[in-house]
Structures are given as C-alpha cells and as structure tokens.
C-alpha cells in the first residue's frame, strides 16, 4: 500500500486535470487534455531529434554534475578533518550560497561563449556548494572512538582516511550528490531556456512560444521522468555501495 500511495496521488492529480480540460471552463491553450499531452508525448519519444535533444541536455547535466562530484568531495573532506582548510574555505562557501548562480550566467555567456560550456560550468557552479558543505560535515562528524581505535591498531593516516573517514562519511557524500543531481538538470533546463538553440529547455520555450501547451507540458513530462529515473539509479548506486548502513529516508 505504500508503494501505491505516490502512484493514486499521481492518478488523483491526472483525474482533476482532465477533469479541468473538460469543464469548458478554461481555454485547451491552458489545460490541453491528457489525450493530446500523451499524443504529443508519444511523438517525442519516437522522433530521433527530439531524443537527441534530451541526450544533449543530460551531456550537460552530467558533465557539470560530475565536475562538481569530483572536486566537491575532496574540498568537503579536507573542510572536514583540517581546521585550517575550514577557517579558510568555510566562510566562502556559507557566505556565498545564498546568492543565486543564475544571476552571474551573462558573465558566464561573455566568458564561455553561448554554447554548451557556459551551461556546464553554471552547473558546476551550482552543484559544488551543496556537494561541499554536506560532505565537510560528514567527514567532520566522523566517531573519534573509530579514529582513536585506528590509530592504536597503527594505520597510518592514509590508511585512517580511506578505512575509516571516507567510508564513515559516505552517507553524507550521497546525501549532498542527491540534492545535486536535480540541481544539475533544473540549472541546464533553465539555461536551454534563457539561451540555447537545442536542448530540452529550448524545446520548452519553444513549444511555449508556438501557444503549444500540449507539447510543452509532454516535454515537461519527459523531463520530470528523467529528474526521476536519475534519482532512483543515485539511490540504488548508494545501497549497493554502503550496504553497511540504511539511512531511514530511504526506506521511510
């Protein structure tokens, strides 16, 4: 039953929109029936340009998100276990995260040019801060009782980080991936949007523009399964990598 709780909420939301659609109280160009929206949707998923389209999108996403993977994980550990790394970093990433990234995308446009870089480095951008600070505290938070216990065995530091620090903060480390990973396809989206000639964010605006709801909201549909699909493999990867220990959010 709770796993077919989210499918009837998902159902119910259908039923009213349709329900909506056929009132006749509120113009197709707003609430286009589910009949078109899936008829639109059908002709994405068959028509090779538009999957093209999807696939450069995710390209982007996954470039800027791996970049940020990769760097977020070693400046949050070494904000974790070096006071001096954290005095210094700390107060840039706390006092930054707050100003939004999209604003500084002209800038990156100027630098970067209009093509697929700019979009890569804004989400990279956007994916480092959260990345970094959920890993600098699991890797701060880490039992000394395990530390102490390594050090009396004689591992050496080397040894410590890789059999003790990382993986007691590996939780965190997926923790901040996963609320990553939907901010590396909202930010490409966004950026399609604002300016790009390709991509699923262009086909948005410009089914948008063309007074194409229907096909729009089959486009918004696509992108919502992918936001989906990618979550879940990240949730899958995390239990087959830390089967040691299940985080009960993942099983609430």
């Given at each position: 039953m709770r796993r077919?709780?989210?499918?009837?909420?998902?159902l119910a939301g259908l039923g009213l929109w349709e329900a909506a659609a056929r009132s006749g109280r509120w113009s197709p160009l707003l609430f286009p029936s589910l009949q078109r929206i899936f008829h639109e949707l059908v002709l994405f998923l068959s028509n090779r340009d538009t999957l093209l389209e999807a696939w450069l999108s995710l390209e982007r996403a996954f470039a800027g998100f791996g970049l940020a993977a990769a760097a977020?994980?070693?400046?949050?550990?070494?904000?974790?276990?070096?006071?001096?790394?954290?005095a210094l970093l700390d107060p840039l990433f706390s006092?930054?995260?707050?100003?939004?990234?999209?604003?500084?995308?002209?800038?990156?446009?100027?630098?970067?040019?209009?093509?697929?870089?700019?979009?890569?480095?804004?989400?990279?951008?956007?994916?480092?801060?959260?990345?970094?600070?959920?890993?600098?505290?699991?890797?701060?938070q880490v039992n000394r009782v395990w530390l102490w216990s390594a050090e009396n065995l004689g591992a050496s530091r080397a040894a410590i980080l890789r059999r003790v620090v990382i993986p007691a903060a590996a939780p965190f480390i997926f923790a901040g991936l996963r609320i990553a990973l939907p901010i590396a396809l909202i930010v490409v989206?966004?950026?399609?949007?604002?300016?790009?000639?390709?991509?699923?964010?262009?086909?948005?605006?410009?089914?948008?523009?063309?007074?194409?709801?229907?096909?729009?909201?089959?486009?918004?549909?696509?992108?919502?399964?992918?936001?989906?699909?990618?979550?879940?493999?990240?949730?899958?990867?995390?239990d087959r990598l830390i089967y040691w220990e299940k985080l009960d959010t993942y099983y609430a």
């Open positions: 077919l709780a989210p499918l009837a909420v998902v977020g994980i070693v400046i949050g550990m070494l904000m974790g276990r070096s006071p001096r790394v954290a006092g930054t995260y707050a100003v939004p990234k999209l604003a500084l995308f002209p800038i990156f446009i100027f630098v970067f040019g209009i093509g697929s870089l700019s979009k890569v480095a804004l989400v990279f951008l956007e994916c480092l801060y959260p990345v970094v600070i959920v890993t600098s505290q699991g890797a701060r989206i966004i950026t399609e949007m604002v300016s790009s000639a390709d991509g699923l964010g262009y086909l948005v605006i410009y089914a948008l523009s063309s007074l194409r709801t229907d096909r729009m909201l089959a486009t918004v549909a696509v992108i919502s399964a992918l936001g989906w699909a990618l979550d879940r493999a990240l949730v899958f990867l995390r």
